[in-house]
């Protein structure tokens, strides 16, 4: 019978084969790493660079490559490759600090018999080296913020997302992952969620290519309407996106680091104000903003 590995890292990747050999070869080396506990999944979306060639170095990779570029679609195909009990994706720009992979690893193999909800989330301006139990959608939303949106934070047992209904939905608005996320939990399920600083991050050049402000504020608080969360919970968490993920953009792409990104911004502040415009604390934040421009 053949040997089912305990985790499968699963990679995305697009035309970024230089930063994937660096995250290769950092997964492989790593001496956390135990080839009978682990595969490592490479899914590349039709890449025009030397992808390929990079992930022909390492042969314990199990290499796929699509017919052509099918943009987020790619992540639940990539998860779909996995044949591991636990499986979870894996952005192609990261590396495992050191510990991180054997405490997942453990954590893993503490709750095979139990299979509770377990996620494995970077720290956040909420939790920082810690656990967090959680037995609701509400409680879930509330402790991980808008940080289900990072595919990194993704993961959960095989059969879990097997049965995660029409992946594909939420392609076309580039967050499939955080309706992943608020479907996997349920009311009354015990979820583990644990807070460390897992990863490096090779952060590329000119990161960018999509319109950071219509996925992040548009599409990510229609997805969790559409998940028809409590009237608090939802309010609560466009405060702190508001707070903590729109204004620290705005400041990088509209004063101190635009020459960094390649985020597009057309009908940003139109879309925030779409959404913003009927709360108070809004405003303050937009006070504190031309404040911090002028002082700029």
């Known amino acids: 019978m053949q040997h089912k590995p305990l985790l499968s890292i699963c990679i995305p990747t697009y035309n970024r084969c230089e930063i994937l050999n660096k995250t290769l070869k950092s997964l492989f080396s790593n001496p956390e790493f135990d080839e009978d506990l682990i595969e490592v ?172 402000f219509k996925v992040f504020v548009s599409n990510y608080l229609e997805i969790l309407k559409r998940h028809k969360l409590s009237m608090p919970t939802y309010e609560r968490e466009k405060y702190q996106l508001c707070k903590n993920f729109v204004y620290p953009w705005v400041l990088k792409l509209y004063v101190h680091e635009r020459e960094k990104y390649d985020f597009q911004t057309g009908g940003a502040f139109k879309m925030i104000f779409k959404r913003y415009w009927y709360e108070p604390y809004f405003y303050l934040i937009c006070l504190k903003f031309f404040i911090h421009k002028i002082k700029s």
Not at 113 to 128: A, Q, V
């Open 41 to 212: 999944i490479v899914s590349d979306n039709c890449s025009t660079d030397h992808t390929s060639d990079v992930v022909r170095r390492y042969p314990k990779v199990k290499y796929f490559c699509n017919e052509k570029n099918v943009k987020d679609a790619n992540f639940a195909i990539a998860l779909n490759y996995a044949q591991g009990e636990y499986i979870r994706l894996f952005n192609d720009t990261l590396s495992f600090k050191p510990t991180m992979l054997g405490l997942m690893l453990s954590k893993i193999r503490e709750n095979l018999d139990s299979r509770i909800n377990l996620c494995f989330y970077g720290e956040t301006f909420l939790h920082k080296d810690s656990m967090v139990e959680v037995n609701s959608l509400g409680e879930y939303v509330k402790e991980v913020s808008f940080y289900s949106t990072w595919i990194a934070n993704f993961g959960t047992w095989r059969e879990n997302f097997l049965k995660i209904e029409n992946p594909d939905k939420y392609v076309d608005k580039q967050l499939v992952q955080v309706d992943w996320n608020l479907q996997l939990f349920k009311p009354d399920q015990l979820s583990h969620i644990y807070f460390r600083d897992f990863y490096n991050i090779e952060v590329p050049q000119k990161k960018g290519g999509y319109n950071v």
